[in-house]
């Protein structure tokens, strides 16, 4: 900035706190957002371009080869093969994700109706009983459910990652909460009209709360994406998901030329996420501040 | 209408099943996966049974006390009690070591990455509350990292953390920094690089609920203290900060929560530091189980870390009710 232009201005004594809390807003912002633009970068330098002192950002030319060396050393992406896909990280991903989402979807809109919807012996107990489950989270528990899941036979199966987070005490409060919002007089007409329970559900309970409902998809989605522990607790070859694939490529790999390869491999499991992010952001933190209000 | 002979009563009035039934497979997870795997492993917490350790015969090793040398062995497992929790608070034995050692990191991590990065995030959303047009790329900026995988934001730090070429150790020695490079195996400073990566994630996701409380603040309060000529630090410190209350309430459970649950990045950062200077205890635990195969010690850690988790969650709980009976 030129002195010239400072003195055209008016001395008002709020620009400089203004200055200065862009400027604090920018640097934040700048420190936070280079992992992921390092990242990026790095991705895309060719292989034989190792890292050394003094140059730590481009190399010499820009290549996705790493990308492909990546899926040839995993199976990040499927493959054809005798015209059928084979398994793949990104499947077993998918297939985990998609499943505790599906279920969670049923589950919690039915018993978060059950707690408004009725007066019933015992529901203060039960209601308690189920949000034992945000006293004590599900990943503390991985001994005693690994013991579980190897009695069940779901050991190695997408559906040993997702099983225990079918039922949830946080998607079940989340819905109550809602469901608690939708007015008396409303629910009243549709039982006037000769509304069965399913249909008070369907059509009075669930449309004013589908916000709740998005809200806590994302939070789901977004959670089980990114979760590791358990999944490599209870799971081998066969159900690996993207983040233990990852985990076992940083181990496996000689880490210290293999920087590209590690960053492609990073940016192939953040990419799907992380770009529907960017694409509905506004509504992704909506969501994430829904969550969150008591 | 005469009551249908096999209508299930309650204190003299029919009760319809169909809640219970509403209600059975969201209780049917939580029972299985929840209530009891707790109750299983207080039981198993007292059983001795450690597959890869039939070496262990010396009587000091574990105090039990009625337990003959020869039958803690690889046979099979066998009761001994409460003796992993004696042994536990005993400084003196393997366990006790252990223990004390991933209790006071995971509490030292807990304080530090939980009060920084709650810092951050009012400092964040007091940043980002305002409007102006980039501001909505500086909220995807600092909210970013919440979308990302722990083991994949670990990875990157793992590259940045890596001595010569790293950009964490170009930044320090910018600084002046002259100290040791590589963090994540030395083990005074592996904590710290677990406590980074943390704070760097968390701190924008923790940034949301303060901005969704600060958007629900009555502007009036503040227009009326610019009336008198209140500084933009008495207003935080005296209007924003008390009125936020409930909101850090908040924040504060779920980065506590948090810290304790998400040990994902250890997995990536530290694992090479087969000492365990940097153990957290969720770590400790699948380190004993799954890989160390100490089965029983696995499980009294777990029900130590239930009881913590309980002691947190609880006091929140019984905190929030009071204030808003105070309220009321």
């Known amino acids: 900035m030129s002195t010239a ?16 809390v862009n400027a604090l807003t920018i640097v934040l912002c700048i420190l936070w957002a280079i992992p992921i633009l390092w990242a990026i970068v790095v991705s895309l330098r060719p292989r034989s371009d190792a890292l050394g002192r003094g140059d730590i950002w481009f190399g010499q030319y820009l290549t996705t080869e790493s990308y492909q060396i990546v899926n040839e050393l995993a199976p990040f992406f499927p493959r054809i093969e005798d015209g ?7 499947q077993n991903t998918l297939q985990y994700v998609l499943t505790t989402l599906g279920v969670q979807l049923i589950t919690i809109p039915l018993a978060a109706f059950a707690f408004v919807h009725f007066e019933f012996p015992g529901k203060k107990i039960l209601f308690y009983l189920i949000l034992s489950q945000m006293m004590i989270p599900t990943a503390s ?20 990652i997702a099983i225990p987070y079918f039922g949830s005490a946080f998607g079940t409060f989340l819905m109550r909460q809602a469901f608690l919002e939708v007015p008396r007089e409303l629910v009243e007409a549709g039982q006037i009209d000769g509304c069965r329970w399913y249909h008070l559900l369907w059509h009075v309970y669930l449309p004013p709360s589908r916000p709740t409902l998005i809200a806590f998809g994302l939070v789901s989605v977004s959670f089980h994406w990114n979760s590791l522990l358990w999944p490599l607790v209870v799971t081998s070859d066969n159900a690996r998901p993207l983040t233990m694939g990852l985990l076992r490529f940083t181990q496996l790999t000689d880490i210290g030329a293999q920087w590209s390869l590690i960053m492609a491999a990073t940016l192939i499991i953040v990419a799907p996420l992380l770009l529907i992010f960017l694409v509905f952001q506004r509504q992704f933190i909506q969501s994430f501040m829904h969550s969150g209000i008591k | 209408m005469a009551a249908h002979p096999w209508t299930p009563r309650w204190r003299g009035k029919r009760v319809s099943p169909l809640p219970y039934l509403l209600i059975l497979p969201t209780l049917a997870f939580v029972v299985l996966f929840t209530i009891y795997p707790t109750f299983q492993v207080i039981r198993s917490s007292q059983v001795y049974y450690h597959p890869n350790r039939p070496d262990r015969t010396r009587e000091s090793d574990l105090n039990l006390p009625g337990v003959a040398v020869e039958s803690r062995s690889i046979r099979g497992p066998h ?16 366990e006790g070591t252990i223990f004390f050692r991933v209790l006071g990191n995971t509490l030292v991590y807990a304080a530090v990455t939980v009060s920084a990065s709650m810092a951050l995030a009012f400092l964040f959303a007091m940043l980002v509350n305002r409007a102006a047009k980039w501001i909505g790329l500086a909220r995807i900026a600092l909210f970013y990292p919440t979308m990302l995988p722990m083991v994949s934001a670990a990875t990157i730090w793992l590259f940045f953390f890596t001595p010569d070429y790293g950009l964490f150790n170009s930044a320090l020695q910018v600084f002046g920094y002259t100290g040791p490079q590589n963090w994540v195996i030395n083990k005074d400073l592996a904590l710290g690089s677990l406590m980074i990566v943390a704070i760097w994630k968390d701190a924008g996701y923790l940034m949301i609920f303060y901005l969704a409380g600060m958007q629900n603040l009555p502007s009036e309060i503040y227009e009326a203290a610019d009336l008198d000529g209140a500084s933009w630090w008495v207003k935080t410190i005296r209007i924003t900060l008390p009125l936020l209350r409930r909101t ?16 994902d990045h250890a997995l990536v950062l530290t694992y090479q530091l087969v ?4 153990d957290l205890l969720l770590y400790e635990i699948y380190k004993q189980r799954f890989v160390l195969q100490n089965y029983g010690f696995a499980n009294a850690l777990t029900v130590v870390m239930i009881l913590l988790l309980l002691v947190f969650t609880l006091s929140n709980f019984f905190l929030s009710e009071r204030s808003t009976e105070a309220r009321a």
């Not at chain 1, 232009?5 to 200065?20: E, G, H, N, V």
């Not at chain 2, 003796?83 to 034995?93: C, E, I, N, Q």
């Open chain 1, 141 to 160: 528990l991985l001994v005693p459910n690994f013991v579980t899941i190897r009695e069940m036979g779901l050991y190695d199966t997408t559906l040993a």
């Open chain 2, 79 to 94: 009761d001994v009690g409460l003796a992993y929790f004696r042994a536990m608070f005993d400084p003196t034995t393997e």
């Open chain 2, 275 to 278: 000492s365990g200077e940097a």
């Open chain 2, 248 to 263: 850090t309430l908040f924040v504060s459970v779920v980065a506590i929560i948090s810290a304790f649950q998400n040990i």
């Open chain 1, 5 to 20: 232009s400072m003195s055209i201005r008016p001395a008002k004594p709020r620009s400089y706190s203004k200055w200065f």
């Open chain 1, 84 to 90: 059928r896909l084979t398994g793949s990280y990104y």
